[in-house]
């Protein structure tokens, strides 16, 4: 079979597989989604690939076992967790897996409310985002449901609505209801619900490269820059990842930001300048601190301070003259990057050029190969 499968899985899947084909599963009332795409039931393809009669089995359990399991239930949900893998079902059969869960996780009891939660943070994570049939199947609802199941009193409940957060937003098209929510949940005194929130938004800001909090933006980065000091590192590490992606709408985070690029923790230090480097032109307010820093002690500190130069492009040509000095660092990485900070500065770094050019003369291989790069952007057209 294509699918390896763990020795505890296999055993569930042959359980399940057992009760569904001999028919001591109980049946549900509702008729099963229709069957399409796949083969005759009553006969088990033998031509084609190994593949294929793999994903012929895995069709062939998570449809009988949705005809013979009551709807909505905990039990119709871990069934089709266990069989279903991605591609396998019909995007018809997906949306009636989400309606199913939006109805459990509104207004079913605390068990199916969970096990609906954890369907849609595990089966959907894995269906194929970019699929516009399956982004149209998704009743409107389960965001809106998923939201609400983050106000929940009940922990266990909010957890698994964080975790489903992010994956319910990447499938739908009105992503931003679950976003006030998540910002609530990471001033919660729960650790778990702390880092899943952060990991969720942070998430969210790669995921949706065209404006991905749209009118919460600023609550959002209000809530990040509160999380940089969390005493959780796993809740910084998030929020410095979410601040980097917001571009030009992260210009009330520069000064903590330039700040904290003398922070006494080299962790949070380096953190704050690869936040910085991703910021690229929009962190140019930051540039003097990224030329100090170019000189800590700290080897790591000065190879992030030297790429987050460079991803200021022309608009670093003023360090020039400490990216020359760089070229001579200890550290081979530092130099490395200093080279190629000096070739992302373009026409720029003129300057630069007799020592780049002595460096590949004696070297071609000068600075990983960053030596030459640099030469060629550097040169005028």
Request: glycine share 8%.
């Amino acid at each position: 079979m294509a699918h390896s499968v763990p020795p505890v899985r296999l055993v569930i899947v042959w359980l399940v597989a057992a009760l569904v084909w001999t028919g001591h599963a109980p049946r549900a009332a509702a008729e099963p989604p229709p069957h399409r795409g796949g083969r005759d039931a009553d006969h088990y393809p033998r031509d084609g690939t190994l593949k294929e009669a793999g994903e012929w089995v895995w069709r062939e359990c998570a449809r009988r076992a949705w005809a013979r399991l009551p709807p909505a239930t905990g039990a119709a949900c871990r069934t089709v967790c266990v069989f279903v893998e991605p591609g396998v079902l019909p995007a018809e059969e997906w949306g009636c897996l989400a309606e199913r869960c939006r109805a459990a996780i509104a207004n079913g009891p605390r068990p199916e409310r969970l096990e609906a939660l954890g369907f849609v943070s595990w089966t959907l994570s894995q269906a194929a985002s970019g699929d516009a049939a399956l982004v149209d199947r998704i009743p409107p609802g389960l965001v809106d449901a998923v939201a609400a199941a983050l106000e929940s009193d009940d922990l266990e409940t909010r957890r698994a609505a964080v975790g489903a957060s992010f994956h319910a937003v990447r499938l739908s098209r009105e992503p931003h209801a679950v976003i006030p929510g998540l910002i609530r949940v990471l001033r919660a005194e729960d650790a778990v619900l702390r880092r899943t929130a952060s990991s969720a938004l942070s998430g969210m800001a790669f995921e949706r490269d065209a404006a991905p909090f749209g009118p919460h933006l600023p609550e959002v980065l209000a809530a990040m820059l509160r999380a940089l000091d969390d005493p959780e590192p796993q809740v910084r590490m998030h929020a410095y990842s979410a601040i980097g992606q917001m571009r030009d709408g992260a210009g009330a985070a520069l000064p903590t930001l330039i700040e904290q690029t003398r922070h006494d923790d080299p962790i949070r230090r380096r953190q704050a300048i690869r936040c910085l480097q991703n910021l690229g032109p929009h962190a140019a307010p930051a540039l003097p601190a990224l030329q100090e820093a170019l000189t800590h002690a700290d080897a790591q500190t000065r190879m992030s301070a030297a790429l987050a130069l460079g991803a200021l492009g022309e608009r670093a040509w003023v360090a020039v003259p400490r990216l020359t000095e760089g070229l001579d660092d200890r550290s081979e990485y530092v130099a490395m990057y200093c080279a190629r900070a000096l070739g992302e500065i373009g026409p720029g770094a003129a300057a630069a050029m007799p020592r780049l050019r002595a460096a590949v003369a004696q070297d071609p291989e000068a600075f990983s190969g960053y030596g030459r790069m640099a030469i060629d952007l550097i040169r005028p057209r």
